[in-house]
């Protein structure tokens, strides 16, 4: 298998779920700025719409929109319980988590992302975010992961997307990074989550490890 991925974006919940399962796959960087890869080639020559993650399986079909390579991938190795079973409601549980973080929260941050483009939209755009951000911080109040006590698929995307909200350079660029100060279960879930080995493995290849 081969992912196409760029450091620091969403793609990197995928890294995360990789190193989860120990499933061997060829790591492929993608520029997301100018949509090239390390031999110059384009990207868009393979992804039309220019978007990571994208994953090619063995048999050179591709599968696209992460929570669904994460799933794929999760249950590539049920033993990790990455993924609860399908048809279980906790599978669902989960379902819905992937589609809260990707309709809420990854789009949810876009403005703030581009906030010298998006001008006043950041000031509708960021406390509807923060709002996500508190209901988060209210469901992981007891819990060691979004799920319960397993970390599954949906706490490395919320990982991955959360990193972005404590950027230094979304503060000093463009001063348009959250507040993460009052959520105290989401700062101990982000704590938890950061200091697995697997995570640790992927933040050290990237280059953010004081994140
Ligand atoms: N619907 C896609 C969205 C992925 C996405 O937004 N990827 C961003 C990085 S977080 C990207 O590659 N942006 C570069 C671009 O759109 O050109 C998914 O969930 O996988």
């Not at 990207?43 to 220019?50: I, M, N, R, S, T």
């Not at 406390?127 to 970390?151: C, H, T």
């Not at 700062?187 to 050290?204: G, P």
Request: with cysteine.
């Amino acid at each position: 298998m081969k992912l196409y991925h760029a450091p620091g974006s969403c793609s990197q919940a995928i890294c995360i779920v990789l190193q989860e399962t120990g499933l061997n796959t060829e790591i492929i960087k993608v520029n997301a700025r100018n949509h090239l890869l390390d031999d110059g080639t384009s990207y868009y020559d393979l992804a039309e719409l220019g978007y990571v993650p994208l994953l090619q399986l063995d048999d050179g079909t591709f599968l696209r929109e992460g929570p669904v390579i994460a799933q794929y991938l999760a249950d590539q190795r049920p033993e990790s319980g990455l993924a609860p079973a399908h048809g279980t409601r906790e599978r669902y549980q989960m379902l819905e988590w992937l589609n809260f973080l990707t309709s809420e929260v990854h789009k949810g941050f876009i403005p703030l992302l581009y906030a010298v483009a998006a001008g006043r939209w950041v000031d509708t755009a960021r406390p509807k975010l923060e709002s996500r951000y508190e209901w988060i911080n209210q469901q992981l109040a007891g819990k060691q992961f979004l799920m319960g006590d397993v970390f599954t698929i949906a706490d490395a995307y919320l990982f991955a997307l959360t990193g972005w909200g404590k950027a230094t350079w979304m503060q000093s660029v463009y001063n348009a990074n959250v507040d993460f100060s009052l959520h105290r279960h989401l700062q101990a879930w982000y704590e938890r989550v950061r200091d697995r080995s697997t995570v640790q493995r992927v933040l050290s290849e990237e280059g953010f490890l004081d994140n």
